[in-house]
């Protein structure tokens, strides 16, 4: 219940006490005077604020009790004066009822607490299952997408990939990307928990490939294999990483690497966050490129072929993905792994770019460093060895 209540019952037994004490001397205006007591016993009944009054009256009402006197509220309890017109029988009937009343609203109490917890579960089930969740997926076979006839999610990330591709190589990519993705000083769960959802709500995807775009003339019209598995998965893709058998463990973690970023930010970071927009001259990442090549650091001049055939957009995305991508292996000091500095990106270490380059940095700072962690070298060239 509630809230304590006065007992009526020993209310009643009291009364019944000093009604038998008061009668002894059997005297007509001793009797009188009685009753008069009893009825003063029975006048005021309390109890305190919290006392669910109404809800008690609803039920009394519905067992046939009526004719109620009203509640009276004060500031320290409620109360319930009875005049002369309710006998003791009235009383009796009230006091049995009111504790049958009682019981069931603490029962319909239980219930509601019940339902809420198990309500309050159920939100919580489902925030968990919408919640992502960072694993590696079995590699699924699947023929209803075109050409890419198998497929293996990692983290909200599904991977397609073309016939010729063996299984260890898929799951050596899947783990790359996993081990991007594991816990470390700075990730933001919130931050990163909103990139995952929108890597799976946006049907983000990688290609994987074998020996190189020759192998499927993507340089024909019409190419050797679609573009695209089809089915909802068309747009939101940048290029292959390739599979080469015969290449050294730093070049195929360059080629797995750089592509899955490739991936990461010119399409879900796009999608993620104003900064990486890079249709926008004005965006972050557009801005710190033009940083980078107004300072000589990077070089887009093997790109002024794309620019040159008209294809504005081709060019601005390509530009800026590459220079992401430069910069955040600059970042993770990964430059033994591209033999930096070169041509195209001439630093190599994470000072520099913070010093050089510091709008790059302050964007990796925000963004990339609150998601991802990178994964060590030498474990990754014991996996591609």
């Excluded at 990939?161 to 260890?168: A, F, K, N, W």
């Excluded at 962690?373 to 060895?385: A, D, G, S």
């Amino acid at each position: 219940m509630k809230s304590n209540i006065f007992s009526l019952k020993k209310v009643l037994i009291l009364l019944t006490i000093f009604l038998i004490s008061c009668g002894s001397d059997g005297e007509s205006s001793n009797s009188s005077s009685s009753e008069e007591v009893s009825n003063d016993k029975f006048e005021t009944l309390d109890w305190p604020l919290d006392y669910p009054i109404f809800e008690i009256y609803e039920c009394l009402e519905s067992k046939g009790l009526g004719n109620l006197p009203s509640p009276e509220i004060t500031v320290s309890e409620i109360q319930i004066k009875f005049d002369g017109g309710y006998d003791e029988a009235f009383f009796n009937e009230f006091n049995i009822l009111i504790d049958e009343c009682e019981v069931k609203i603490n029962e319909n109490d239980d219930r509601e607490e019940e339902a809420e917890v198990k309500e309050e579960e159920a939100e919580v089930k489902e925030e968990e299952a919408l919640e992502p969740t960072i694993s590696i997926g079995e590699i699924v076979e699947d023929d209803s997408f075109l050409d890419y006839h198998r497929y293996i999610d990692v983290a909200g990330l599904r991977m397609f990939i073309l016939p010729e591709v063996g299984d260890e190589f898929i799951y050596k990519v899947s783990e790359v990307y996993y081990l991007m993705l594991q816990e470390g000083e700075y990730i933001d769960q919130d931050i990163r928990n909103s990139y995952l959802q929108t890597v799976k709500n946006e049907s983000v995807f990688q290609k994987i490939g074998y020996e190189g775009p020759e192998r499927y003339r993507l340089d024909s019209d019409p190419p050797g294999v679609d573009c695209c598995p089809g089915k909802g998965y068309e747009d939101n893709h940048t290029d292959f990483i390739w599979e080469y058998p015969d290449a050294s463990a730093d070049d195929q973690i360059g080629e797995v690497v750089e592509h899955l970023l490739h991936t990461v930010t010119g399409v879900a970071f796009a999608l993620e966050f104003t900064e990486w927009d890079w249709e926008n001259p004005n965006s972050e990442i557009i801005l710190a490129m033009n940083e980078a090549i107004e300072k000589n650091i990077y070089d887009i001049s093997s790109y002024e072929e794309i620019k040159n055939s008209g294809n504005i957009d081709d060019f601005n995305r390509i530009t800026s993905i590459e220079f992401a991508f430069w910069g955040i292996i600059t970042e993770w000091g990964y430059g033994d792994i591209y033999d930096l500095p070169h041509n195209e990106f001439t630093i190599s270490t994470a000072n520099e770019v913070k010093n050089q380059l510091p709008l790059f940095h302050k964007l990796f700072e925000n963004t990339i460093k609150t998601i991802f962690t990178p994964p060590n070298k030498e474990y990754l060239r014991e996996i591609f060895r």
